[in-house]
């Protein structure tokens, strides 16, 4: 089989690993960035030139506005037959709006969640893709050069938009394990009794039902750090949770784990929580009990 041609708009963490996995398998890969020490060609009009149709270009760039910008030129350069890929951490209603956007000009959309981060290169990328099956089956070759070795780690999720649908509650379910291994974390180091935690999260990476890749890296920080004394407990959120929950209140699908680990990243942020003061105010007004008031 001869390799594909494939486009690459934003070559970061992400994208620039996936370049190089990509033509490790045998494929041609132009790549664009803004960086010029990485970039293939000095801009889109150039990436577009160097590929013969039909093309394929996917897209990784941050979420938003600058995902717009990309896709809106990128419907000025390409030709009818032509598709784009959006591998970005994009919300799922955008998909929709750029496949129509796209489609009015002859342009195939396919979204694609791409989970895998810094281990990409070497372990492979999980993805979750969105669209219609003939651009879908277009991609193929590049999908089998992305994914894990094995029979897992691809899926056609189903129409335009249910990649990074699927990549949102992945992520969403990232947010709620990750939870739960530090309420563990966290009680374990709280009790006298207990004097090696690192050993205890290290004892259950084989054979209990809670091992996973989270916990082999939650083991793998405590090696680094035991107790953790070099980090500040201030957790940011990518927005991928904060959508999960939108989601489940649009559906009225309940997700309790979910939204309670959101919180506590909101949490984290509060140096003095304004809730605990009202709670402490409530508690001497009804029953007389001590406040603590700032030196």
Known sequence: MTGMQLGLVGLGKMGGNMRERIRRAGHTVVGYDRNPEVTDVKDLAELVDRLQAPRVVWVMVPAGEVTQSVVDELGGLLEPGDVVVDGGNSRWTDDEKH???????????????????????????????????????????????????GPYGYVHAGAVGAGHFSKMVHNGIEYAMMQAYAEGWELLEKVDSVTDVREVFRSWQDGTVIRSWLLDLAVNALDDDEHLDRLKGFAEDSGEGRWTVEAAIDNAVPLPAITASLFARFASRQDDSPQMKMVAALRNQFGGHAVESKK
């Open 99 to 149: 496949a129509a956007e796209l489609g009015a000009k002859g342009i195939g959309f396919v979204d694609a969640g791409v989970s895998g981060g810094v281990w990409g290169l070497q372990n492979g990328y999980a993805l979750m893709v969105g669209g219609d099956k003939e651009h879908v089956e277009r991609l193929q070759p590049i999908f089998d050069a992305l994914k894990p070795d």
